[in-house]
């Protein structure tokens, strides 16, 4: 940062000279120096406007190839710290050829550990050493059958099962399995009858070895579990404080001392997760924003049910085509192949798009296809503040540099 500050003042210094009378020389020598001031000057901005949000970076060499893919549950503070301090080792070697950044915004923190793992996996980033193919996090899995069961594993199959997470250790995963099996318990014995198994007794078992369990009373337990893992953790939280809050005042202390175990577990263990489908669908997801006559488009690439890759454009206010007819542009483009169906927000012409293109256009309603559409727009935003802000600090520096 100490580097990047002098030469931001060099070049301020040099562009005010550049407008005295008789000093054209010096225009030449700033387009000269531009290269190195200019970018620099430009990282320094970027990273005063970074998001307080979760989310991947991406650092990028001058010849715009990917060095480097990290995850954060706060953008701007991890970011910042490896320009805020001196490095070593790798860290150093890796500052010292960024020379640009990207980011992508996710909905939490969890989220944004499964895009870093899908772009890795995509780009395979030559700094990126811990997460080479074979190399994997933990998944709770949700299997499809009559009387499912739940289980960690570490590998994602094309079985129709139902995919929570990653987790960032085996040790998180447990955590949760276990506050499910507290809150939603399963079979855990053979299910013979006449005597209670000590599962059942702990209250870890639905209870088949002492009463008869038909198949919508295990459904509910599923369901009540899968609703859990989709993050929809809160209502039951408040429902375990009512019940708390009735066992004190019947003076069963030790039985609201379990459930407030049981509420802290749910705070520490669960955060909105992503779920994968067993139906590894491959679309693409548009988003937009609009700002002062400025328009911001990013198209995310789902590939094998995971985000593993986006593009995105700005348009100036003096580009007169509509949003629908530059989304038609960028699938016209040699490199830019038509996905089996485009998720796009609300306010776009399906029709329209949908006789450009000939795939089909799917406007979401709810769900996790909405929550997708809603992270693009997100994304469209975050891009077209930033640029404007950037626009706004260098006017004609960020013209040129396109």
Same mark, same amino acid.
């Given at each position: 940062m100490e580097s990047m500050g002098k030469h931001f003042r060099n070049w301020e210094c040099f562009s005010l000279l550049s407008l005295l009378p008789g000093v054209k020389y010096l225009r030449t020598y700033i387009r000269f120096l531009k290269g190195s001031f200019f970018m620099e000057a430009l990282m320094k901005e970027k990273l005063n406007i970074l998001p307080e949000a979760p989310g991947c970076y991406i650092y990028k060499d001058e010849n715009g190839e990917i060095l480097y893919i990290g995850k954060s549950k706060c953008l701007k503070k991890r970011v910042r710290s490896y320009f805020n301090k001196t490095q070593i080792g790798k860290t150093a070697r890796l500052v010292r050829l960024i020379n640009d950044l990207e980011y992508i915004v996710t909905d939490s923190e969890k989220e944004a550990l499964l895009l870093e793992m899908s772009l890795i996996h995509t780009y395979k980033p030559p700094f990126n050493i811990q997460l080479k193919d074979g190399t994997s996090y933990p998944y709770i899995k949700i299997t499809n059958e009559k009387n499912p069961i739940i289980e960690i594993v570490m590998e994602i199959k094309q079985d129709k099962a139902k995919y929570f997470g990653p987790y960032p250790n085996r040790y998180s995963a447990r955590q949760t399995m276990e506050l499910l099996q507290r809150l939603y318990p399963l079979c855990r014995c053979e299910g013979k009858l006449g005597r209670p198994c000590l599962y059942y007794q702990m209250g870890l078992c639905i209870g088949p070895c002492d009463h008869e369990v038909t198949p919508e009373m295990y459904q509910k337990q599923i369901t009540k579990i899968t609703q859990f893992l989709e993050g929809k953790a809160s209502k039951v939280k408040q429902q375990l404080k009512v019940e708390m809050k009735r066992q004190i005042e019947a003076l069963h202390f030790e039985r609201a001392a379990e459930l407030r175990d049981i509420i802290l577990a749910i705070e520490e263990t669960v955060e909105k997760q992503h779920i994968i489908f067993g139906d590894f669908s491959s679309r693409d997801i548009v988003g937009y924003s609009e700002r002062n006559g400025y328009r911001s488009f990013h198209v995310f690439f789902v590939r094998n049910g995971a985000i593993n890759? +986006?593009?995105?454009? @700005? =348009?100036?206010?003096?580009?007169?085509?509509? *949003?629908?007819?530059? /989304? @038609? $542009?960028?699938?016209?483009?040699? &490199?830019? *192949?038509?996905?089996?169906?485009? =998720? /796009?927000?609300?306010?776009?012409?399906?029709?329209? #798009?949908?006789?450009?293109?000939? @795939?089909?256009? /799917?406007?979401?309603? +709810?769900?996790?296809? #909405?929550?997708?559409?809603?992270? $693009? &727009?997100? &994304?469209?935003?975050? $891009? =077209?503040?930033?640029?404007?802000?950037? #626009?706004?600090?260098?006017? &004609?520096?960020?013209?040129? $540099?396109?």
């Open positions: 890759g +986006r593009k995105w454009g @700005i =348009l100036s206010p003096d580009q007169q085509q509509s *949003m629908e007819e530059a /989304i @038609i $542009a960028f699938y016209q483009q040699p &490199n830019n *192949m038509l996905p089996k169906e485009l =998720l /796009i927000p609300a306010d776009l012409d399906q029709s329209y #798009l949908k006789t450009a293109l000939g @795939i089909p256009i /799917i406007v979401p309603k +709810r769900g996790k296809k #909405l929550e997708q559409v809603h992270l $693009a &727009n997100e &994304n469209s935003s975050s $891009a =077209l503040h930033a640029h404007a802000h950037l #626009l706004e600090k260098f006017p &004609n520096g960020l013209r040129e $540099a396109k």
